[in-house]
């Protein structure tokens, strides 16, 4: 098919704006806001420019956007050297200690200034009664700060009144970007509603950042930022893999829709090394509203049973120990999804999560008005993160108080914040770990001035919100040194801002040009819809990577065939059309996608081993082999020829 070309003649020309900048921070979730925090206190002062750009509204946007009712990640009592090793456990096997150790450290002061700026936290009162957030604000209760003492759901995690967490966070984080603002005479650093597409490398030195190029949401503008080290915050990837929820319900997920892969494909495309692609993040979820299950096992303490009112995880766990060896014994995450599936495959479902049950056991040493305090929490669980649960509750007429709700491992998720590891290759802190794992500045990439957090930095989990904030403010401190480290070392990109405009545009022009061509604007032998290549995406990945179709089961010879339909959606997504700015963010979503999707499937193709039973199986290596494959599993990208280097990287236990 002829090549597309954008002149312009088809759509309008859009406005193009040009920002300069000192620290540019990509997103606005968790890990930008905590950098924007920490920039202000160490840039600001130095006369920094700082300057967030934010795919939606900050106050919204990201994995944060319909609240949380826990925090997963507090250590409080617990010692860094027990977090690093629950980490470990419940990763089978690898992860970047330092990494894990440096977050572990630092992650309880984020949570303490959560409760400054107003989050609610629950609290133990004295006779060690659980009091919700909002009325231990109102009681005064002390502080996480000043020694008062949460509620612990797990070991980790905290409960909260989280509805409006991530509003509470971003006020911080836009009054920390206000006062830079005004102390360095910019007119404007937070730009919303304004999708970052493509990274720019200097033009004299490949191996470092210069800038970021995007387009707006809203209106026809094209932002281009000029940045002497910029953050990748941008989240995990969500919807390359067929989901559960079908039509209607399409659009129904755990993670967020709206984190699209850009984290990782912006990076890969730079040449930044990534790590542990091959991970992925398959959560066990409440069937068909994706709720979570933590709160439920943890605080409500909840049991999971296969039909036969088995517990799945006791009756098979000496079958998986003939695979899987010591690493049953920990029953992380993945192994819990693998001793579930076993049932669900052997047709002993549905898998029931007996809430009625659970409620009804609490309910036993408490009053009527706590009682009714205890369903009203139940169901504020998923109100305060999952609204679409609570839908499904009420569209079914089920009172989880009265009956068992059914559990479904969702479709995978590719992250590197939550109960994953997948993302970017980053240097660790200078006094803990051996000299390969710290390259200068904490978080920062391979890439040079070009840094990463919370999902965007890999082999290193379980950090959650708490500690996707705090390692954005890690990240925004060092980002911090390398400005003032390269002071005066000028950067700048070659790329010229027309020929990116029409770039980013070209889906526009191909819409205008050939969409008159058919009667049905949806079938044109010219080009795509991104809705389409989506779902092609989507079908390849699910039948050859791993998906829900397959049971999450692949293997060297699927993967090669996959291969090919990969390479040929990477040549059709170029012919993709847009007919307005929602599509052409559809469009670009896509372009990351495929390029995050790809990422994984090469990695699980170079790792032959089943590292992860339960979030996927290689069929032709189905158990798990630390003598070969105790090693981190890295690549890099090259954009120019589309060929990836897959290689191993030494896995060094810091922590006993
Ligand atoms: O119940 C671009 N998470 C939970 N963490 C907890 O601490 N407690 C919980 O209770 C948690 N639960 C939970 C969680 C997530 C979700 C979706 C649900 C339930 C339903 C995990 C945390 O939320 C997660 O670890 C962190 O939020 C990750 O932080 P970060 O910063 O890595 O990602 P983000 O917050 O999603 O922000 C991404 C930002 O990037 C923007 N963006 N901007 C410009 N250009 C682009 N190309 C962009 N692409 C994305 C987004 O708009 C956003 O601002 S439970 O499951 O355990
Ligand atoms: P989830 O709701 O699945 O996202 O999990 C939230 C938190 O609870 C994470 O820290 C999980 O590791 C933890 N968690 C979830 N289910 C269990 C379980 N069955 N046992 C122990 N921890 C769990």
């Excluded at 006062?179 to 191996?207: S, Y």
């Excluded at 007919?579 to 994984?600: C, Q, V, Y």
Aim: contains cysteine; proline residues 4%.
């Amino acid at each position: 098919m002829e090549p597309k070309v954008n002149n312009w003649e088809f759509c309008e020309k859009p406005e193009i704006v040009v920002h300069e900048t000192d620290l540019l921070l990509i997103g606005g979730g968790m890990a930008c806001c905590g950098a924007a925090y920490e920039a202000d206190r160490w840039a600001t002062p130095e006369g920094l420019r700082v300057t967030m750009v934010d795919k939606a509204a900050t106050d919204r946007s990201g994995a944060v956007a319909m609240g949380l009712s826990a925090i997963n990640t507090y250590l409080g009592e617990n010692s860094t050297e027990d977090y690093v090793r629950y980490v470990r456990n419940d990763l089978m096997g690898i992860t970047r200690e330092d990494l894990t150790f440096d977050l572990g450290r630092v992650v309880d002061d984020s949570v303490y200034l959560f409760e400054d700026w107003g989050l609610p936290i629950w609290k133990k009162d004295k006779e060690g009664k659980s009091v919700d957030g909002a009325r231990a604000q109102r009681e005064e209760m002390p502080s996480l700060r000043d020694g008062g003492t949460p509620v612990r759901s797990g070991r980790w995690q905290i409960m909260i009144n989280g509805e409006s967490y991530k509003v509470i966070v971003a006020e911080a984080a836009k009054l920390a970007l206000e006062n830079n603002r005004k102390a360095t005479g910019v007119d404007q650093n937070h730009f919303e509603r304004v999708f970052i597409v493509k990274l720019m490398l200097d033009k004299d030195d490949p191996k470092k950042v210069a800038g970021a190029v995007g387009f707006s949401v809203r209106e026809h503008k094209v932002y281009i930022f000029k940045c002497k080290t910029a953050l990748l915050g941008t989240g995990g990837c969500v919807n390359i893999f067929k989901t559960r929820s079908t039509a209607e319900g399409q659009g129904r997920a755990w993670f967020p829709v709206w984190n699209s892969g850009s984290n990782y494909a912006m990076a890969a495309e730079s040449g930044a090394e990534m790590t542990m692609m091959e991970n992925r993040f398959v959560p066990a979820r409440f069937k068909d509203g994706y709720g979570p299950v933590g709160a439920w096992f943890l605080l409500f303490k909840a049991k999971a049973t296969n039909a036969l009112g088995e517990d799945y995880c006791a009756t098979n766990l000496e079958e998986s120990r003939k695979l899987y060896g010591k690493y049953v014994d920990s029953l992380g995450t993945c192994m819990r999804n693998h001793m579930m599936m076993i049932d669900m495959k052997a047709g002993k479902g549905p898998i029931k999560i007996h809430t009625d049950v659970a409620l009804q056991t609490l309910s036993e040493t408490m009053s009527k008005k706590e009682i009714k305090h205890l369903e009203a929490e139940a169901w504020e669980d998923f109100l305060d993160m999952t609204i679409a649960q609570a839908g499904v509750w009420a569209a079914n007429n089920m009172e989880p108080e009265k009956v068992p709700s059914e559990l479904m491992p969702s479709e995978p998720y590719l992250l590197g914040s939550h109960a994953g590891c997948a993302g970017l290759w980053t240097s660790g802190p200078e006094d803990f770990g051996p000299d390969e794992y710290s390259w200068g500045y904490n978080r920062m990439t391979t890439i040079n001035g070009l840094f990463t957090a919370g999902d965007g930095v890999g082999a290193s989990g379980h950090k959650f919100s708490s500690g996707s904030h705090a390692e954005g403010r890690i990240a925004g401190k060092s980002m911090t040194s390398y400005f003032l480290d390269t002071k005066g070392e000028d950067v700048g990109y070659g790329e010229d801002h027309e020929e990116l405009a029409k770039e980013i545009y070209m889906p526009m022009e191909t819409f205008g040009k050939f969409s008159g061509y058919t009667t049905d604007p949806d079938i044109n032998p010219h080009y795509i819809r991104p809705a389409m290549m989506q779902q092609r995406l989507q079908k390849v990945m699910d039948e050859y990577v791993g998906g829900v179709g397959t049971w999450y089961m692949t293997s060297k010879t699927m993967l090669e065939e996959g291969f090919k339909y990969l390479v040929m959606i990477k040549e059709d997504a170029l012919h993709m059309s847009a007919e307005n700015l929602h599509e052409l963010l559809r469009a670009w979503e896509n372009f990351h996608r495929i390029l995050a999707g790809e990422a994984h499937a090469r990695h699980i193709h170079f790792r032959e081993e089943t590292r992860y039973p339960g979030y996927y199986y290689r069929g032709d290596f189905l158990a798990i082999d630390d003598e070969n494959w105790k090693c981190f599993v890295n690549s890099t990208y090259d954009k120019e020829t589309g060929e990836w280097d897959v290689f191993k990287r030494e896995y060094h236990q810091l922590v006993p």
